[in-house]
């Protein structure tokens, strides 16, 4: 899996968009960009993925640049309960079987008043 | 999503013991589940890979006589750390996936294990 790059830590306000960049300039082809989420003392939590188009959910969208060097996970109303650590990973998908995941340091996010 | 179930949430042991977790699949069967840890502000390192029918395959480093892990079920994995020592004090969490359909994991919701 290619390696990500994520900013330590960032800042929010309560309400505002929170941009989330992640590097991940050695990705392959066939490699999709997934994001987590871990809120303290709990298991990670999906929130989206993609592969080379722009993607959104009801958590989440996620901007990939058109080299796919990098991504953008953005929470367009960031609240308190986003306040958690943020990773970004790349991977294959597998069929048939699942993938295992490799955790890098993630971005800590903390949304405040 | 799909539901991953991990129990204990939290157990306190006594040096020289040994504790069980276990991983449920709820509403899906797991093939295969990953069993990882967490220490205090790090982040999470797989520890091994654990198949429904057949051995869990470990990572470097991971002791596998310490941490027994049994995968008897498509729905269930349990990991035992095995003469539990104050250094195994640790977050463990557990995930899984399905055979086919799901392009993402599922985590449980973690164990907060303390050896005192």
């Known amino acids: 899996d290619a390696k990500t790059t994520q900013p330590p830590s960032m800042d929010c306000a309560e309400g505002r968009a929170a941009n989330l960049p992640c590097n991940h300039s050695?990705?392959?082809?066939?490699?999709?960009v997934y994001w987590y989420r871990q809120i303290h003392s709990q298991g990670p939590q999906y929130i989206i993925h993609?592969?080379?188009n722009n993607e959104t959910n009801e958590m989440a969208s996620l901007i990939i640049t058109e080299d796919r060097k990098s991504s953008t996970l953005i929470l367009p109303h960031a609240t308190l309960r986003d306040t958690a650590v943020y990773y970004c990973?790349?991977?294959?998908?597998?069929?048939?079987?699942?993938?295992?995941?490799?955790f890098g340091t993630g971005t800590r996010l903390q949304v405040t008043l | 999503g799909a539901v991953v179930s991990q129990h204990p949430s939290w157990v306190i042991c006594k040096s020289g013991t040994s504790v069980k977790i276990e991983c449920r699949s709820l509403d899906f069967q797991a093939t295969t589940m990953f069993w990882y840890r967490q220490f205090p502000k790090q982040s999470l390192m797989l520890m091994a890979t654990?198949?429904?029918?057949?051995?869990?395959?470990?990572e470097q480093g991971v002791e596998k006589d310490k941490f027994l892990i049994n995968h008897a079920s498509l729905t269930l994995s349990t990991l035992t750390v095995t003469s539990a020592h104050p250094e195994d004090s640790s977050f463990y969490i557990c995930?899984?996936?399905?055979?086919?359909?799901?392009?993402?994991?599922?985590f449980g919701q973690g164990t907060r294990l303390t050896v005192v």
């Open positions: 993609g592969l080379k």
């Open positions: 995930s899984a996936s399905a055979r086919q359909g799901f392009t993402e994991a599922f």
């Open positions: 050695t990705i392959s082809g066939n490699e999709y």
């Open positions: 990973i790349v991977r294959a998908h597998n069929t048939g079987t699942a993938s295992k995941l490799t």
């Open positions: 654990s198949n429904e029918g057949s051995k869990a395959t470990y």
